[in-house]
Each structure stands twice: as structure tokens, then as C-alpha cells.
């Protein structure tokens, strides 16, 4: 009768599925071998996988890549020996399924929620009730949940059961140190994707409970993962004496040993995996994932001397151009955003695109923006800059300007989720920013609402926008990013600004407050705003006139790390009208000028000199009032022209302000010179 009723409940589930699938193919998913990731694009792209912790990262990767699975692996999140050998049980015919992470002696609730998302009927545990606690496994039972633990007296035997259990019998074996965790980490996936037993050893003796599995799954090759100070040569002797075939696959480090492994074996590179080298959490869930389609892992360092391992950079030099998708496990804390462009890009400074992602606090019109994007994101744009950070409180913290707080957090795994490095900004400026810099418990506040923001939202860094400041103001502005880059930096997290421009120490008194010698030192990249030559009060003028942006680029270099530069772009252009003695104008972008001089009729002419001869476009018209009005902009071969600068100087990139003044029509005009200068 329960067998009966079992399979009724399966194809029950099985009906639901596959109509949900057909409802869903044509906007979801992707094809993995024979089953659909759920969420992803086939598209060469980087995507990273993170949430708030190492649990939410798992089921991060568990929600984007499962729809469903009856069965799931629980391991415990914050102690790696008894999870090690997990990734071959999740893969397994039987288990099929996400590992997850969870606390020793707490049923996480966003695990619980994971679980029954998929629907499953069986949870495997990893280790005894040390390591998941009897009171995680009675809640599981208590949620309707089948529950199997594997465990043994310590970590080795826990692994020896755990191959048994997912495996009946096989002639190849990995076998890996239990003392440590990434040349374990390095080959599961591998041995996940080929249903081979990870076994593991302390360094001099192997234990009993492993020689017992070789013999009982009738191993006759035994490959060694990590130098002889991970498995010694005394072990791998004593396997030779025993009449197995030994080899080893080591390296000097984590890092070389990990790349033997992806060059001694064939991988899928279509898609390939990136995780931290320096903790296990990320790249044990992940390398379930990589299994399911025989993906590498590749581990990487936290970046501190900006260099990756020659083996690891001549693989990914090698490989780059064979990758369709480069998945990232794991929040800038974990795998930073410097090598997450090398990884991309093959350089630690490449060429940015940050863009101003402007929805001014509503939802759908940062979704449209987006939507206007060509191709993939990130062969455009690497850095999104939205606006949801309210506005500065005169005690110097901030909120959101959205009232749905969920908003925030959503377009930062939007923006993500296409790749992008999401770095909100916090725009403020006159009294209220400079009371703030002022005072230092308000800098302080500041800087924690910067800190809550981040962590609220799981964005990768923030960048601070203060105008119309006073002069007095320089030694504030400084010590806040100095506290922000304090606290932020440790934390893998992106420090940016925007700065005004300048053409001398001298030329701009007014821009006194911005020290860009002084400032270089905090900030990951200085967005310098040239544009706005010709205010929006002022006379009819260009925008930003290539002679001027050149002069503010050749003074900027003298002060700052030309890598750490990026240069402003407008997106916008004005048009003037006299009303009695003073200048009025109105805004728009390209697509809205010409189809106002189609409007009325108005031939758009270049205005050239001989520092710019490629020239700006302007027009001038009369409209139905009367008023006579002259208008520049900025269009595809200006544009392409500033972006020259770019080389000249050798600048980090750009920063273009806004994507709002870009749609459907100019898109095509902006979005390819982006890609073709990163």
C-alpha cells in the first residue's frame, strides 16, 4: 500500500513538472545533459552565485540549477571533514540531488524552505550527530521528511561509508587528505561527474576503514591528490605493496594541484566553476553543480598580491576563449571583484564600463533600462551604479528610497544575475553633506549605513557622490572615504567615488574639496563627472568638448593611478533658450534630439575645431511659442571619440551618465563602442 501510494505521489509530482517545464522553457533554463538548470541563460557570460553566508550560497546554487529534486545531501556548513566525499553521494543515481549546508544543532529555516521548495522525500546526512545534531534530524522527521545518516567513527570512516554507500563497485579510486580540505575539493567534482570513490587519509597511516572500501568497491587504481606532504610516500608505498596501481597528481600548493587535476583530465568547459581556494563551503556545494555536466572547479586566491598562480593563469589563458559561461561561487568577501575581472578579462586592470543605472526609486523603470542592454550584459557594462539609497539624514545615515525595502535587494541580484558588479550609489551634497563631513560621529554614521546597505541588499560595494560642497570640507571627505575604504575593503567590497572635474590643482577653486592625489588612496576607481562644461544656466555650449575632457585627463593622471580613473561620459544633451536675460534649458538623450530636429525641421550640422574635429552635433529650431533654441548633444562618432581618451591615458574606463537617457533606438549607437573598448 505505501509503495502504491509512493509511486502515485511521484508521478503525481512528475505530471506537475514536466507542464510547469513546458510553460516555462521558452523564458528559463538551460539545457545541462539531459535536464534543465533552472534560471540560467545559455549565454557567454560570468554569473556569480552568492548569498548573505556560506548556507545561502549553497542554496543559491541549489534554487538556480534544481527545479526539483526528491532527494538532497545535508552537510554541515562551518567543519569540513565529514562533507568532503558529499559531492559523490548528491550526484549519485540514488541521490540526484543540491548538497546543502547547515548549522551542527540548527535546522536552518531557509534550509528547511530550500528543501521543500524541491520537493524532496529523502535527506542524506553527512556525519554523526557531532556534526548534525539529532535535534536537526528529528526536525527533518518532523517536516515529513525521510531522513539516511551516514556517519563513522571519525572522518575517514564517515568517507569510506559514504563512497559504499553511493557507489557498488568500481576499479578507480581518488584518495585525499582528511587534514585538510581543497585537494579533496579539487577532484570531487571530477569524481562526482565519473561516480569514482573520494576516500581520505590522515598524512603517514591510512586508516583501516578506507583499506576496508577499496577492497569492498574492488578498487584496483588508486590516484593520490596532493604532494607527499598531504599523503606521505610512506602511504603510497604501502598501497603499492598491496598490488594497487598508485599514481599522484600533486602541485607546490592548493592552487597548482588543483590546476594537475584540470589538465590530467577531461573537463566540459563550456561552463566552468570559480570558488574560493581558502574555504570549502562554496566550492563543495559548487562542485555538485560542476558534476552534473562534468564542469572543472577552478580555485582561485583572495587576490591580496593581485596575482593568480602561473599554472592557474596559463590554464584560464589557454581556456578563456573556450568558455561559454564562467560561474562564480560565492560573494565578493569570498572571490573579489579583481579576480573576477581577470578571470573574465586575463588582466587585473582591465578596461571598466560603469554605468549610472538610474530607475529614480521605481521598480519597473530599472527593469526597462536593462532591457535595452543588446547581447549579454557584461560585454557592455561590468559596473551597474543604481540610485535606491535615499536621501542623507541630518544625523549623516541614510535609508532606502524605495518604501518596499525588497526592492533593493532585488535589483541587486538582478543586475547580478546578469553578471554585473552591482555598486549602489549615495548622492547627497549642500548643508547636509557638509554637516556630515564636519562631524565625525555623523561621518560615522555614514559609513554604517553604507556597511547595512551592502549587507542588506548583497551588493558589491558602494559609491559616494557629494556635490556642491564647501571648501572647508576636503580633510571630511577624505577621512570618510579613508573609514568607508576601512571598512569596506577587507571585505573584498568595491570602494568607488565621483569626483568633479578639474584641469589643474588651481583652475577649479571651487573644487578644492576634491583631493584627487589624497582621495586615490581610498578608492578602487574615482568616476571623474566631465561633463557639464556648459551648464544647464548658462550659454548654449557642448556638453563635455573633447579639448576640455582631454585637459581634465591629462591633469588627472599627475594625481591619480590612471588605472583607478574612470572617465565621464554624457549620455544627455541640452537645449538653450533666452527668457529675459538669463538661459533656460531642457534635457534629453540622444534618440529625443533627433527626432526634435525632425520635429521642427532642423538640420543637425558638427560644430569642429581644430583640437576636436570629429565634432559635436547641434542644431538650433523655432518651436510653436517662438522661442528660438540651440541644442548639442552626443552621438555615436563623439562618443567613440571621447572613448579614444581611454587609450591615450591609459584610463580604468569609463563612467557614463545615464543609461536613462538611453533606449531602444540609441541603444545600438552606445552599447557597441562599450564592448569594443573593454
Known amino acids: 500500500m505505501r509503495k502504491s501510494l509512493h509511486l502515485k505521489v511521484h ?44 548556507y545561502q550560497t549553497a542554496i543559491k546554487i541549489s534554487k538556480n540549477n534544481w527545479y526539483e529534486a526528491y532527494n538532497v545531501v545535508l552537510a554541515r556548513g562551518d567543519a569540513f571533514p565529514d562533507a568532503l566525499a558529499g559531492a559523490v553521494l548528491a550526484n549519485s543515481e540514488q541521490v540526484h540531488g543540491p548538497l546543502l549546508l547547515t548549522e551542527s544543532n540548527v535546522l536552518r529555516s531557509d534550509v528547511l524552505e530550500e528543501i521543500q521548495r524541491l520537493h524532496a522525500n529523502t535527506v542524506y546526512i553527512l556525519g554523526g550527530t557531532g556534526a548534525i545534531s539529532a535535534g536537526v534530524e528529528n526536525a527533518l522527521k518532523s517536516n515529513g521528511l525521510h531522513v539516511v545518516r551516514i556517519q563513522g567513527d571519525d572522518r575517514y570512516e564517515t568517507a569510506a561509508n559514504i563512497s559504499v554507500q553511493a557507489l557498488q563497485s568500481k576499479t578507480q579510486a581518488f584518495l585525499a587528505s582528511g587534514e585538510t580540505f581543497a585537494d579533496a575539493l579539487s577532484i570531487s567534482s571530477y569524481a562526482a561527474a565519473q561516480g569514482i570513490p573520494l576516500l581520505l587519509t590522515p598524512k603517514n597511516e591510512i586508516p583501516s576503514a578506507t583499506l576496508t572500501a577499496l ?61 574560493t581556494g581558502l574555504s570549502f563551503p562554496d566550492a563543495l556545494a559548487g562542485s555538485v553543480l560542476a558534476a552534473r555536466n562534468n564542469n572543472p572547479v577552478v580555485l582561485v586566491p583572495k587576490n591580496d598580491g593581485q596575482i593568480l598562480g602561473s599554472q592557474t593563469d596559463s590554464y584560464l589563458a589557454e581556456n578563456r576563449s573556450t568558455v561559454n559561461d564562467f560561474l562564480i561561487l560565492g560573494g565578493s568577501g569570498a572571490v573579489n571583484y579583481k579576480i573576477e575581472f581577470y578571470i573574465r578579462n586575463g588582466k587585473f586592470n582591465p578596461r571598466v564600463s560603469l554605468q549610472f543605472w538610474d530607475g529614480y526609486a521605481n521598480k519597473s523603470t530599472y527593469e526597462r533600462i536593462l532591457s535595452y542592454v543588446p547581447g549579454n550584459l557584461t560585454d557592455s557594462i561590468q559596473i551597474l551604479v543604481p540610485n535606491f539609497a535615499g536621501d542623507l539624514a541630518s544625523d549623516g545615515s541614510f535609508a532606502y528610497s524605495f518604501s518596499d525595502s525588497s526592492i533593493p535587494k532585488y535589483l541587486t541580484s538582478l543586475g547580478q544575475g546578469k553578471g554585473a558588479n552591482v555598486v549602489p550609489m549615495i548622492q547627497a551634497g549642500g548643508q547636509v553633506a557638509d554637516s556630515m ?67 589643474s590643482a588651481t583652475a577649479e577653486p571651487r573644487y578644492v574639496e576634491y583631493n584627487y592625489h589624497d582621495l586615490a588612496a581610498y578608492a578602487d576607481y574615482i568616476q571623474i563627472m566631465s561633463y557639464d562644461f556648459s551648464y544647464s544656466t548658462s550659454a548654449p555650449g557642448p556638453i563635455a568638448p573633447i579639448e576640455w575632457v582631454r585637459k581634465v585627463m591629462s591633469y588627472a593622471v599627475t594625481q591619480i593611478p590612471s588605472e583607478k580613473i574612470l572617465m565621464g561620459v554624457p549620455y544627455y544633451g541640452r537645449a538653450w533658450k533666452q527668457s529675459g536675460s538669463a538661459w533656460v534649458s531642457q534635457s534629453f538623450g540622444l534618440a529625443k534630439a533627433t527626432a526634435i530636429a525632425s520635429q521642427y525641421g532642423a538640420a543637425i550640422t558638427r560644430e569642429i575645431t581644430p583640437a576636436d574635429p570629429v565634432g559635436i552635433p547641434t542644431f538650433r529650431y523655432v518651436d510653436e511659442y517662438g522661442a528660438l533654441w540651440t541644442a548639442y548633444f552626443d552621438d555615436r562618432q563623439s562618443w567613440e571619440a571621447k572613448f579614444s581618451l581611454v587609450e591615450q591615458y591609459d584610463l580604468g574606463g569609463v563612467g557614463g551618465w545615464a543609461m536613462g537617457w538611453i533606449n531602444e533606438v540609441s541603444s545600438s549607437d552606445l552599447y557597441p563602442l562599450l564592448k569594443d573598448m573593454t
Open 437 to 503: 563631513l564636519l562631524d565625525s560621529a555623523k561621518r560615522k554614521a555614514f559609513v554604517n549605513s553604507a556597511d547595512k546597505l551592502i549587507r542588506e541588499t548583497g551588493a558589491d560595494g558602494i559609491l559616494v557622490d557629494l556635490e556642491d560642497l564647501a571648501n572647508n570640507t576636503q580633510q571630511g571627505l577624505t577621512g570618510l572615504m579613508r573609514d568607508i575604504y576601512g571598512k569596506l575593503n577587507p571585505q573584498g567590497k568595491m570602494v568607488l567615488i565621483s569626483v568633479m572635474s578639474k584641469t
Open 11 to 54: 508521478l503525481k509530482k512528475l505530471i506537475i513538472f514536466f507542464t510547469i517545464f513546458a510553460l516555462l522553457f521558452h523564458f528559463s533554463g538551460q539545457m545541462t545533459g539531459s535536464s534543465a538548470a533552472y534560471g540560467e541563460e545559455i549565454t557567454k557570460n560570468t554569473v556569480r552565485l552568492a548569498g548573505d553566508s556560506r
Open 215 to 275: 577492497q569492498s568497491l574492488g578498487v584496483t587504481d588508486v590516484t593520490l591528490i596532493g604532494g607527499e606532504n598531504a599523503v606521505s610516500l610512506s602511504i603510497e608505498n604501502r598501497l603499492k605493496e598491496a598490488n594497487y596501481h598508485v599514481e599522484r597528481l600533486s602541485g607546490d600548493d592548493r592552487f597548482q594541484t588543483n590546476i594537475q587535476i584540470m589538465n590530467r583530465f577531461q573537463f566540459n568547459l563550456d561552463r566552468t566553476l570559480i570558488a
